[in-house]
């Protein structure tokens, strides 16, 4: 950090002919700043994904988002952006222009956030497999006595290698 910070950047530059901290300082170079805040937000909200825009709008992370202006728009690919830290609102985008904001309507009263998403997900996933134990902890009650089959996990059958093998005969 120090070489670049006090040799290099205070070293004339091959390709500018100056130093590139007096090139920096020098010609009074600013930023380009959007001319929205709208642009500013689209700029910070770093998480984009691409989604083709259907008839009852656009359905991400389990939600649907509306908004009017996408009517002309259905069945064409789109990018959203949006907050991961408020997902009840996304940022559409179509051929790299701002389009609209939509919202999902299950949740535009309140921010949530795409970890609360996924909590609930996991809690929902949790209490499906208690209660597929509960049930098949039912059915071995009324099979009969003689030898019951341990209670396997469901799982789906194993594939059969293609990997074809011989023996080696005498």
Not at 45 to 60: E, L, S, W
Request: aromatic residues 8%; glycine residues 6%; positive net charge.
């Amino acid at each position: 950090m120090a070489f670049i910070v006090g040799t290099y950047n205070q070293r004339p530059h091959s390709q500018i002919d100056e130093a590139p901290h007096t090139a920096w300082l020098g010609k009074g170079w600013l930023p380009r700043m959007p001319d929205s805040l709208d642009d500013l937000d689209l700029l910070l909200m770093t998480v984009a994904k691409p989604r083709t825009v259907q008839r009852d709008g656009i359905h991400f992370q389990g939600l649907r988002y509306i908004d009017t202006t996408m009517a002309a728009y259905v069945g064409e690919a789109v990018t959203i952006r949006f907050d991961p830290r408020d997902v009840s609102e996304i940022r559409v985008l179509h051929k790299n222009r701002f389009l609209c904001r939509a919202v999902s309507p299950e949740y535009a009263d309140r921010a949530v956030t795409l970890k609360d998403i996924e909590t609930a997900r996991k809690d929902f996933r949790r209490s499906l497999r208690s209660k597929i134990r509960e049930r098949v902890g039912r059915v071995l009650d009324f099979l009969p006595t003689g030898d019951p089959a341990p209670a396997a996990p469901l799982r789906a059958p194993a594939k059969k290698s293609k990997l074809r093998t011989y023996s080696e005969g005498d």
